[in-house]
């Protein structure tokens, strides 16, 4: 009689196991030791390079915990409720960045940063996915009908974003009040894509959720982050990510005087890869396992959010914390997200991708930081 196979044995459960810190970000875990550093280098006044890089360093990691307590949080309130969470809570790292940096009176490098993260996910993030999935995967398939959406909604914010600039071009110097009508144009708009933000949210999950329902299923042997937990994790990266955005903002115009570069650059590129360090990572990954439609909706959908929710609330907070900021941006942002949006819907308009696509991004990716830095203020 053949004897029994032998169970697997159980998979053991360290203390910080059951916090939402999966093996798959390591690195990003092991660059949660720039937290003390970067407090520590604040402390004793150091170079300013020196505390921006690691306080730069230290965001990623805690963007990571944010997002993973995100999801843990909210795959225990139902589909609806936890869909809103995360959809809510997706870009809290940017907007936590931009606070600090509109409460320092930093507004150009808050812009910079909105759209540089738009652009970033559109190009750098998806493309690097595509070229991470597409080496393990010839051809690589995902829904038309979400991309579609997206791709949509995404260049009905870029008609919203380009109407002030339009404004601000056309009509300056031939209005009495100008700036305030500039400002009150800036908030209208703000309300309009906020409403679409919420009906957006209404659609997919709500009234069509079953269209846009992805299958989630937990990692074997993976331990189940209790409420609690979720709820501990998620207050306290939060508050680290404020502590650390706090010390990254004050270094800005050090470091940007010291390197020759301009805020526009800092905010385009640097800002925008720090907070968007934890989605390249998830969406990377989700690639490589051919889950290109999780890895789509990743680089799509934090875009969205930003020019939809991130964006307008930040205009209406600006107004309230006395630092006034309008959605009208200068004619490189506005030329950049504009061809970010048509060349990733001419890529996804087949529902299939490839690594050649990818590096085609990367290019695009490539050219653009290039005229940023050498952009003169």
């Known amino acids: 009689m053949p004897a029994p ?13 059951r916090f939402p810190l999966k093996t798959e970000h390591l690195w990003l875990n092991i660059l949660l030791l720039f937290v003390p550093v970067a407090i520590v280098l604040d402390l004793v006044h150091a170079s300013p390079l020196l505390i921006f890089i690691a306080s730069a360093l230290a965001i990623a990691p805690l963007a990571s915990v944010l997002g993973e307590s995100t999801g843990a949080l909210a795959s225990q309130l139902g589909p609806a409720a936890g869909g809103i969470l995360s959809a809510t809570m997706g870009n809290a790292t940017e907007m936590i960045i931009a606070f600090f940096a509109l409460q320092a009176g930093h507004i150009n490098v808050v812009k910079a940063s909105l759209s540089g993260s738009i652009i ?20 690589q398939r995902f829904s038309r009908t979400t991309s579609a959406m997206n791709s949509t909604t995404l260049m009905i914010a870029v008609a919203a974003l380009v109407m002030p600039a339009v404004f ?11 700036d305030i009508n500039l ?4 908030l209208w708009t703000s309300g309009v894509l906020i409403a679409l933000y919420l009906l957006n949210l209404l659609f997919v999950f709500r009234t069509h959720r079953a269209s846009f329902a992805a299958p989630h299923p937990e990692e074997e042997g993976a331990p189940r982050t209790s409420r609690a937990q979720a709820i501990v994790s998620l207050g306290l990266a939060t508050v680290l990510i ?5 010390i990254l903002v004050g270094q800005i115009a050090p470091v940007t005087k ?37 890895s789509m909706s990743i680089a799509t959908g934090a875009s969205t959010q930003i020019a939809l929710f991130v964006a307008p609330v930040l205009v209406f907070l600006s107004v309230a914390i006395g630092h006034p900021m309008t959605l009208v941006f200068n004619g490189f942002e506005i030329a950049a997200i504009v061809l970010s949006v048509v060349i990733v819907d001419m890529i996804s308009s087949d529902g ?12 695009v990716y490539a050219i653009v930081a290039v005229a940023f830095y050498f952009v003169p203020e």
């Open 5 to 17: 196979p032998k169970k697997s044995p159980a998979p053991r459960h360290t203390f910080w196991s």
């Open 120 to 139: 970033g996910n559109l190009l750098l993030v998806l493309g690097l996915s595509l070229i991470a999935g597409g080496l393990r995967n010839p051809v």
């Open 168 to 178: 601000n071009l056309t009509l300056f110097g031939t209005l009495q009040h100008h």
């Open 183 to 186: 400002q009150h144009l800036s």
């Open 242 to 246: 404020a502590g650390m955005s706090e």
């Open 258 to 294: 010291a390197l020759g570069m301009t805020e526009l650059f800092v905010g385009v590129i640097v800002v925008a890869l720090v907070g968007n360090a934890a989605e390249n990572s998830t969406a990377i990954i989700m690639a490589r396992r051919n889950r290109m439609d999780i």
């Open 352 to 363: 299939e991708t490839n690594w050649f696509e990818g590096a085609q991004l990367l290019a």
